[in-house]
């Protein structure tokens, strides 16, 4: 089969998106996509803005909906023959499933050939490889999902990047119904981490964040505490904390602002015992002081989680097909653009008026 794809490239900071028009031949080993939508993440703001390198050109996106566009002998994830028109998303990343990190390390998603989805060069086979096009051509190694009919796409569209890293990073570090956490941003991820949190059987779920109306969000998730640190000190926030757990401190905290003061912060407010998570470093250089004395002699375990294993994505649709008539999840996502208005899209995605802006190929 061959089509005709509209991408959009970037080609380094400052310089606008550049749309391009690329033939693309495919085989019924092949699947090929036609994004239906996709969403500005974070890492994308971290490359346009010169925060985090990028090979360019490159196709950026890779928290992406789309339709199957071509027959393919492909099978799913949970080996179900793939059908033309299927809705699908994907993993962030491949996997080879026989390297060391595949087999005994457990972290396929370091895989030693992984590929990125919208976060590689634009040419040869990965020409066609981010969500900011009218197509993408999934490689093998990925784990593929199909959407349930009941999800829509706003919905879906940042479960591949934003849920499935804060479930893995959760299930990872251990969840405890009755703990109270305590989560450093209130994102997309912080959100998600507030009602995960909460279906889980945590009775109280702080979110702390400078942004007072991302906090309001963050209560119609779930959370039961909110604490602006800009209006609040640290120490306040600790004797909030301590004052709702008897003293001790919360157990769990998740990191997921990317500043650096949101692990020294949450190393303050756990309690002996507690653990930390981290999934928001996602730029190099993100340098933080930790007072190590409160590491050891509270015997805190801090983890860093980056990106996911596939399995958290097919967890992570389970969870919003089950829970959607209780979070308003469609609602995160903003205002929704045209291809041709990506940089316009980038720029309102930059001022962070909406938790994340979407474009629709399509319109």
């Known amino acids: 089969m061959q089509i005709s794809a509209q991408i959009t490239h970037f080609h380094g900071v400052g310089i606008p998106f550049e749309i ?22 974070g890492s994308d703001l971290h490359t346009v803005s010169g925060r985090r390198g990028a090979d360019t050109p490159c196709v950026l996106g890779h928290e992406i909906v789309g339709t199957v566009a071509a027959p393919t002998n492909v099978r799913s994830a949970t080996d179900e023959t793939l059908q033309e028109g299927d809705r699908v998303t994907w993993s962030l990343t491949t996997a080879c ?11 396929p998603q370091k895989c030693e050939t992984m590929f990125k989805y919208g976060h590689a060069r634009s040419e040869g086979e990965s020409a066609l490889s981010g969500g900011f096009a009218t197509h993408i051509l999934l490689r093998p190694g990925t784990a593929i999902y199909r959407i349930p009919d009941a999800v829509t796409d706003r919905e879906a569209v940042p479960v591949n990047c934003a849920l499935a890293t804060v ?47 991302r906090l309001e969000v963050a209560k119609r998730f779930g959370a039961t505490d909110t604490f602006n640190p800009d209006k609040i000190s640290v120490a306040d926030i600790d004797a909030a904390l301590k004052d709702v757990t008897d003293g001790r401190g919360a157990d769990l905290g998740i990191e997921v602002s990317g500043v650096t003061i949101g692990i020294p912060n949450l190393v303050t407010w756990l309690g002996i015992g507690g653990r930390c998570v981290t999934l928001g470093y996602v730029y190099p250089n993100a340098h933080i002081t930790v007072d190590a004395h409160q590491l050891v002699t ?18 992570s649709l389970d969870f919003v097909e089950e829970s959607r008539t209780r979070y308003p999840f469609g609602e995160l996502i903003g205002k929704t653009y ?13 001022d962070q008026a909406a938790i994340r802006i979407a474009i629709a190929p399509s319109l």
């Open 298 to 315: 509270k015997c805190i375990t801090l983890r860093g989680v980056h990106n996911y294993h596939h399995k958290s994505l097919g967890t």
């Open 167 to 213: 479930v893995n990073g959760l299930l990872t570090i251990g969840m405890q119904a009755g703990e109270t956490a305590v989560v450093h941003g209130s994102g997309m991820l912080g959100i998600y981490a507030a009602c995960y949190l909460r279906e889980n059987g945590y009775e109280r779920v702080a979110v702390v964040d400078t942004n007072d109306a």
């Open 338 to 350: 045209q291809l041709a208005d990506i940089n316009t899209a980038f720029q309102d995605a930059m």
């Open 97 to 107: 499933g026989t390297c060391d990190y595949c087999v005994n390390r457990n972290l």
């Open 20 to 41: 391009d028009e690329m033939p693309v031949v495919t085989t019924s080993e092949d699947v090929l996509v036609r994004v239906s939508l996709s969403t500005i993440c």
